[in-house]
C-alpha cells in the first residue's frame, strides 16, 4: 500500500521567512496530493491539492510543487505570518481508484516573532 | 449549509468496556473516512466507506475495532473491550463523489476518547 514520508517534522521560521515542507510517496499509481492545515484543537482543513497532471499550483502565498519522477511534493509558504503557525499534513492517494488517502505524520510549523 | 458532526465530542470510559463513536456525515457525500489521532501524532487511517462497495478495513489495528455506515449515511465506530492505547482523537471526514467534482474531505471536529 501507499507510504507517505513527511520531513521536517518540526519547523521554525522568522516572521516574513519562507517555509518548505516535502513529502515523499510510495505507489507510483497516486495521482492526487492534498496538503491539510490543521491549528491547535481543530478539525484539519483543505488548503492546497495538486493533481499528477500538474507539476506546479500556486494560491496566494502557498505554493505546492510535484515531481512525480522523484515521487515528491513540497508546500511552499511565503511570507510567513503568526496566522500560519499550524501543522501541515500531506497525503496522496489514487484519484478515480482505491481513493484511500494516506497521510504524513505531520510537521508543526511555528512562526517566530 | 452543515458539516460534518460527531458524537460525543469526549467520551471517558475504564478500560474494559466497549464505546461507540459516531459520525454524521454531510448530506449526499459517498465517501466517508475514520481516522485515529493520538496526541501530537499524525492522521493514522482506520478504515474507509465508498457508497454501496464493500469497505477498506485495512487500517484498522485489531479485531476489537469495527464500523459500520447504515442507509450510505451516519458511521459509527465501535471499540471493545477499551485499551489505555485507544485514547486519542477519532476523526471521521466525508467527501462528495470524487467523479467529477473536488476531492476535498471535510473532517468532523473529533472525539476525543480517554481510557482510563
Known amino acids: 500500500g501507499e507510504n507517505v514520508e513527511q520531513h521536517p517534522s518540526t519547523l521554525s521560521v522568522q516572521e516574513g521567512d519562507s517555509a518548505v515542507i516535502k513529502c515523499t510517496y510510495s505507489?507510483?499509481?497516486?495521482?492526487?496530493f492534498p496538503w491539510y492545515k490543521q491549528e491547535l484543537g481543530k478539525r484539519p482543513q483543505l488548503i492546497i491539492d495538486?493533481?499528477?497532471?500538474?507539476g506546479e499550483k500556486k494560491d496566494q502565498r502557498i505554493a505546492v510543487t510535484l515531481n512525480k519522477t522523484a515521487k515528491h511534493f513540497s508546500l511552499h509558504i511565503t511570507e510567513t505570518q503568526p496566522e500560519d503557525s499550524a501543522v501541515y499534513f500531506c497525503?496522496?492517494?489514487?484519484?478515480?481508484?482505491?481513493?484511500?488517502?494516506?497521510f504524513g505524520k505531520g510537521t508543526r510549523l511555528h512562526i517566530l516573532p | 449549509g452543515a458539516g460534518v458532526s460527531q458524537s460525543p465530542s469526549n467520551k471517558v470510559t475504564e478500560k474494559g468496556k466497549d464505546v461507540e463513536l459516531r459520525c454524521d456525515p454531510i448530506?449526499?457525500?459517498?465517501?466517508l473516512y475514520w481516522y485515529r489521532q493520538r496526541l501530537g501524532q499524525g492522521l493514522e487511517f482506520l478504515i474507509y466507506?465508498?457508497?454501496?462497495?464493500?469497505?477498506?478495513k485495512s487500517g484498522l489495528p485489531s479485531d476489537r475495532f469495527s464500523a459500520e455506515r447504515t442507509g450510505g449515511s451516519v458511521s459509527t465506530l465501535t471499540i471493545q473491550r477499551t485499551q489505555q492505547e485507544d485514547s486519542a482523537v477519532y476523526l471521521c471526514?466525508?467527501?462528495?463523489?470524487?467523479?467529477?467534482?473536488?476531492?476535498?474531505?471535510?473532517f468532523g471536529p473529533g472525539t476525543r476518547l480517554t481510557v482510563l
Open positions: 495538486i493533481r499528477s497532471n500538474v
Open positions: 448530506s449526499g457525500h459517498t465517501a
Open positions: 505507489d507510483s499509481a497516486s495521482n492526487y
Open positions: 471526514a466525508s467527501r462528495p463523489n470524487f467523479r467529477g467534482s473536488h476531492n476535498e474531505q471535510f
Open positions: 466507506f465508498q457508497g454501496n462497495s464493500a469497505p477498506d
Open positions: 497525503a496522496a492517494s489514487i484519484d478515480f481508484g482505491d481513493d484511500k488517502i494516506i
